[in-house]
Antibody, heavy 122, light 107 residues
Framework: QVQLVESGGGVVQPGRSLRLSCAAS????????MHWVRQTPGKGLEWVAV????????YSADSVKGRFTISRDNSKNTVYLQMNSLRAEDTAVYYC???????????????WGQGTLVTVSS | DIQMTQSPSSLSASVGDRVTITCRAS??????LAWFQQKPGKAPKPLIY???SLQSGVPSKFSGSGSGTDFTLTISSLQPEDFATYYC?????????FGPGTKVDIK
């Protein structure tokens, strides 16, 4: 069965960095794109970034562009989110999500991890 | 960015009720719309994709419809395990965007 397990969250001071990991199992990781989505009480669910199956294409939300970088290691079945220059407004639960393709070849989410909490506070 | 809105923001219903939630996109998204269910402290659970296709393992009491800008999620007979918050999400282009959610609680 598909499993996505996030790790790396914690409390970090503003301006510092943190790297999240998402370990995947139960599917052929190297053939699927992967996403990060975050959730805050105030702003709800916010899509953060996506990386293609082979890492050749990446897109991110304007709110994190230039600060967050998504990457993956297909030999380790893991996707990462490197978060630099963290701000208080980055405080959220971060989820990784696997994408699937619908009949029109558009990508939707079919599995989510349990999430990891990032708190940015001095 | 495509803005997603949902109505109502919350509703109270009884076990056995038929419940309908509406989602509207700020521009046409064809049928590239998904629905999720979320319970407190848990990750969102995918229910529907392509506006009306059930995710694997999701019971048929859930159904979705719509295209273009207006969509609905219907729960045919509400059960205790269905009390949760429901979100819609468009995936026609980046950034993917979510609705603000509809909380369904017990009357």
């Amino acid at each position: 069965q598909v499993q996505l397990v996030e790790s790396g969250g914690g409390v970090v001071q503003p301006g510092r960095s943190l790297r999240l990991s998402c370990a995947a199992s139960g599917f052929t990781f190297s053939t699927y794109g992967m996403h990060w989505v975050r959730q805050t009480p105030g702003k709800g669910l916010e899509w953060v970034a996506v990386i293609s199956f082979d890492g050749s294409n990446r897109y991110s939300a304007d709110s994190v562009k230039g600060r967050f970088t998504i990457s993956r290691d297909n030999s380790k079945n893991t996707v990462y989110l490197q978060m630099n220059s963290l701000r208080a407004e980055d405080t959220a639960v971060y989820y990784c999500a696997k994408e699937e393709y619908d009949s029109s070849a558009y990508r939707y989410f079919d599995y989510w991890g349990q999430g990891t909490l990032v708190t940015v506070s001095s | 960015d495509i803005q997603m809105t949902q109505s109502p923001s919350s509703l109270s219903a009884s076990v056995g009720d038929r419940v309908t939630i509406t989602c509207r996109a700020s521009q046409g998204i064809t049928n590239f719309l998904a629905w999720f269910q979320q319970k407190p402290g848990k990750a969102p659970k995918p229910l529907i994709y392509a506006a009306s296709s059930l995710q694997s393992g999701v019971p048929s009491k859930f159904s979705g419809s719509g295209s273009g800008t207006d969509f609905t999620l219907t729960i045919s007979s509400l059960q205790p395990e269905d009390f949760a918050t429901y979100y819609c999400q468009q995936y026609i282009n980046y950034p993917f965007t979510f609705g603000p959610g509809t909380k369904v609680d017990i009357k």
